[in-house]
């Protein structure tokens, strides 16, 4: 198997960093702050994920998959400035900060479950880790890689490693001083970064704990990853997992103080990095009226396993562009693939011949696995499963074959009947089609979607749906379902 490793800046071939066990893969993936709804953003992150523990878990390897649930310390800025964001989400929603950190630690692991995503072997809290944080860093204090900033927090100086940003390709020498965000008066370098905070004056936090440096402090977010990766998986793991947005800063800062405190290189052999999710070409934005978590996508007529299928039609390391238009056209694609489905299921049994020549069977399996193995190229497997569908094989042929490539995919073929292909038989209209009542209020959404007045534009889609009329907002248009 193959992959891309940001570290190296190449795709290699993966194996595992075990000397006693070459099948056992340690992988960790950065899991949610759990202080808002989880979005389709994230969906698509985890859904790669996913994948990649399939293909390695088809290849035979035992996968030890840890996953934490950051509940406390992330701050607005990833860069050590701002508010917590756990705190920040406690007062917007009127509720303790632990209390919506299990709400929205429970409503991620809901999305999880309606995407089809194995639960990770073990998902850990940031909140029942602390005193590993702690130890942690005490034991780099202890080294001499820390200094205090008064009022502040305990920093990491990245000035004492010769390779900081090795994974991003930063360079101190060739960067200004001024282009690092995130700024913190008392700072030796721009590149270093808060271990542990300390409360500051009227701050008055709910999630705070003694420690050497401060009566009331609280663990730093980039510390919290290395501390629990350590923990479960051991000082060196195959494989990390995130987003492409935390190269720079919070992976580069788990290398530096992973590799300090276990004194073992490197801390991650493979770095799996996932590119953005845009919403009709812009970043997905609660002001912007274009925030979509799962039961969203659900309200809206769509199934879970049509999303997942978009997010395969497209490589991890590429940037995707999500419309409900191009939704739209996965759930169609979903339904078709579920309708063959169930009619081969059906007709499997009859077509049995114990003759038959399965080297077109072999052929199809080997270029399957061909491309999730290049680097999770599922695009292509996507194809390859619809060549399949269209090929001259039998029934029997195609139905071994499609729950062997669903094994990887995730589309959830197997637990599937007749009642999931309900979801989509709607006929589309035009806006002439409407009653001309419905097409004045059409016009007032029209004019509230133009104001950004978001909650009177969702308002009057909810009027729609009552009279059994559907509202799919795209990029440029609206799409009416009835």
Known sequence: MKLYNTLSKKVEEFDSISQDDPKQVNMYACGPTVYDYSHIGHLRKYVMDDVLVRVLRHLNYDVRHVQNITDVGHLVSDDDEGEDKMEKGARKYGQSAREIARKFEDYFFYSMDKMGILRPTLSCR??????????????????????????????????????????????????????????????????????????????????????????????????????????????????????????????????????????????ARFWVHHNFLRVDGEKMSKSLGNFYTIDDIIKRGFSPAALRLLFLSSHYRSEQNFTFHSLEA????????????????????????????????????????????????TPEAVTVLWQVLKSDLSDRQKYFLLLEFDRVLGLGLISMSEKDLSSNNQEILSLEDLPDSLQKLFAEREAARSDKDFAKADQIRQEFAKVGYQLIDQAGSVLIKR
């Open 126 to 267: 940031a909140t029942e880790h602390i005193q590993s944080q702690l130890e942690m860093v005490l034991d780099l204090e202890k080294k001499g890689f820390t200094y205090i900033i008064e009022g502040d927090g305990v920093y990491f100086d990245t000035s004492k490693l010769e390779k900081y940003g090795e994974l991003s390709g930063y360079d101190p020498r060739n960067t200004p001083h001024e282009s690092r965000m995130g700024e913190v008066a008392g700072k030796k370098n721009p590149t270093d970064f808060a271990l542990w905070k300390f409360e500051k004056p009227g701050e008055n936090r709910q999630m705070i704990w003694p420690s050497p440096w401060s009566a009331r402090s609280f663990p730093g977010w980039h510390v919290e990853c290395s501390a629990m990766s350590i923990e479960h998986l051991g000082p060196q793991i195959d494989i990390h997992t995130g987003g492409i947005d935390h190269i720079a800063v919070h992976h580069a800062n788990e290398i530096a103080q992973s590799e300090t405190f276990t004194g073992k290189k490197p801390f």
């Open 330 to 377: 996965s759930q169609t694609a979903f339904e078709k693939l579920l309708q063959a489905y169930l009619t081969i299921k059906k007709n499997h049994r009859d077509d049995a011949d114990d003759q038959e020549d399965n080297r077109e069977t072999e052929k199809f399996s080997k270029q399957f696995f061909a491309f999730v193995e290049d680097d999770l190229n």
